[in-house]
Nanobody, 121 residues
Framework: QVQLVESGGGLVQAGGSLRLSCAAS????????MGWYRQAPGKQRELVAT???????NYSDSVTGRGTISKDNAKNTVYLQMNSLKAEDTAVYYC???????????????WGQGTQVTVSS
């Protein structure tokens, strides 16, 4: 089994900062990419940022310049630093991993349970 466990969500004032963490564990053979998506009430889940095992990152237009994604390959952990938070950043943030499992070497997408981020204006 594979688990993605997020931490770092919470309530923050507009203009503030937040750092989300996500650790992947279990029978993991390799990780191709990890990242973050978010879903606000009444909206579809959307990309926030992703980073490949090689370090190539991708950001949505909504967080470009305000967010930084980073990873620790040794710990199978990805981080998202968000600055200058806005009310529209309020959402449930989901960790994502594109990885291969050990027992079958099958590649698939895995998701965390989500962590709530609320930005008060």
């Amino acid at each position: 089994q594979v688990q993605l466990v997020e931490s770092g969500g919470g309530l923050v004032q507009a203009g503030g900062s937040l750092r989300l963490s996500c650790a992947a564990s279990g029978s993991i053979f390799s990780i191709n990419a990890m990242g973050w998506y978010r879903q606000a009430p009444g909206k579809q889940r959307e990309l926030v940022a992703t980073v490949t095992s090689g370090g190539r990152s991708n950001y949505s237009d909504s967080v470009t310049g305000r967010g930084t994604i980073s990873k620790d390959n040794a710990k199978n952990t990805v981080y998202l630093q968000m600055n200058s938070l806005k009310a529209e950043d309020t959402a449930v943030y989901y960790c994502y991993a594109d990885l291969k499992v050990s027992w079958t070497l099958k590649r698939g997408d895995y998701w965390g349970q989500g962590t709530q981020v609320t930005v008060s204006s």
